[in-house]
Every structure is written in C-alpha cells, then in structure tokens.
C-alpha cells in the first residue's frame, strides 16, 4: 500500500475557532469538514507543505511554521478508489484577520470544496455532521489551543 505523507493545519482566528472546509466528493456524495492540508509535494518537508497548502487554501502566507503539535496514520481511500496509508502531521497557527482567497485553489479543490465554517470547541463536540479527524476538539485541547 503507498503511503501518502501530508501536513494538516489546525488554523485558529482570534476568538480561537478553527477553520474547517465542508467537502463533499462527486463519487460518493458524503459531506463532510476537515482542516486545510494536503499530500507532500516530492522533496517537500511536512513544514514546507504546511506552509505552501496553507497559503494555496487560503491566500494567507507565513514565513515559518511551529513543529507539528500531533500525527497521525490510517488506511484512507483516495477519490479515485486506491487504498493509501495516510500518514499526517498537524500544525497549529493563528490565521491574521484576513479573507480567505480561492485563489490558489486545484480544479478539484474547486468542485469538492464547498463551503468553509469557523468552529468553536462546544460546536466540534456538539455536531452530527461528520468531521475529519473525529478527535479534532481533542487535539486542539492537547495542544494547548482550547
């Protein structure tokens, strides 16, 4: 099975809520909301990926980036159906106020992300929608954020 490196960013604004796009893949038509992020570009460094998709999905750029403050690994299923094993790394930073730009977005970024939210704590643990990954409001409490 590949492995799929990518780097996740635990974006928080200034009343300490996350941003979450609402994804909702054309082959299945299962909504659900996960952090920016991505796969590694080849040669890239999880940190140097954090920094390009951050500035990618959401026009905000930085100059250097905390280390990871979680990872995490499991089976995931690419849109296209290959089974990969994710491996993930997860960075936490504070988003300048600012509106966020599609401006780098893919073309599939473009038709499967469709909305994006700023999340409190109380709403992450209260929701039925599904969130990826499931512990988020954990993490960021681990992490010192919540």
């Not at 040669?43 to 959401?58: C, D, Y």
Request: glycine share 6%; net charge negative; with cysteine.
């Amino acid at each position: 099975m590949r492995r799929r490196p990518s780097a996740r960013l635990l974006l928080l604004d200034d009343e300490r809520r996350v941003l979450l796009f609402r994804f909702v893949p054309k082959a299945s038509g299962q909504a659900f909301w996960a952090t920016p992020g991505g796969a590694l570009d080849p040669g890239e460094s999880f940190e140097q990926a954090a920094l390009r998709e951050l500035r990618e999905e959401t026009g905000i750029v930085v100059d250097r980036i905390d280390a990871p403050v979680a990872s995490r690994s499991f089976t995931m299923t690419m849109p296209d159906g290959e089974p990969v094993l994710a491996d993930e790394r997860l960075f936490l930073l504070h988003a300048p106020p600012c509106e966020l730009s599609r401006g780098g977005w893919t073309a599939l970024e473009r038709e499967v992300m469709v909305d994006h939210r700023w999340w409190t704590a109380d709403e992450l643990r209260r929701t039925s929608d599904t969130v990826w990954p499931a512990d988020l409001a954990d993490i960021l409490a681990n992490a010192g954020a919540w």
